[in-house]
């Protein structure tokens, strides 16, 4: 069963902008953080944006003042709006849903979109 989609990837000039969707089961956003990834082959996955439930959001440094993240609890997606986007962004993006496990320990279930590719040409 999927749980996370993403849409909104590409091509694009450096400088320009993309923005990124991803719609998530409901059950699943209303309670979790939800994030987005990036992986250039070869690397590890590294945090892009994360926004909780309900708190603040949290940037990469590579990304702050370019990309905004945002979710809208009524449609339960998370969006990255990219802007003045580099070469060196050009990944697969991933969205991500941490959400708690009912119980006496702290533990997080993630929940992995299947990526959707940007590349920003120079």
């Known amino acids: 069963q999927v749980q996370l989609v993403e849409s909104g990837g590409g091509l694009v000039q450096a400088g320009g902008s993309l923005n990124l969707s991803c719609v998530a089961a409901?059950?699943?956003?209303?309670?979790?953080?939800m994030a987005w990834y990036r992986q250039v082959l070869g690397n590890e996955r590294e945090l892009v944006a994360r926004?909780?439930?309900?708190?603040?959001?949290k940037y990469a440094d590579f990304v702050k003042g370019r990309f905004t993240i945002s979710r809208d609890n009524a449609k339960n997606t998370v969006s990255l709006q990219m802007s003045s986007l580099k070469p060196e962004d050009t990944a697969v993006y991933y969205c991500?849903?941490?959400?708690?496990?009912?119980?006496?320990?702290?533990?997080?279930?993630?929940?992995w979109g299947e990526g959707t590719l940007v590349t920003v040409s120079s």
């Open positions: 991500n849903a941490a959400a708690p496990v009912p119980g006496p320990l702290i533990v997080t279930k993630n929940y």
């Open positions: 926004i909780p439930s309900d708190g603040s959001p």
């Open positions: 409901e059950n699943i956003f209303r309670i979790s953080a």
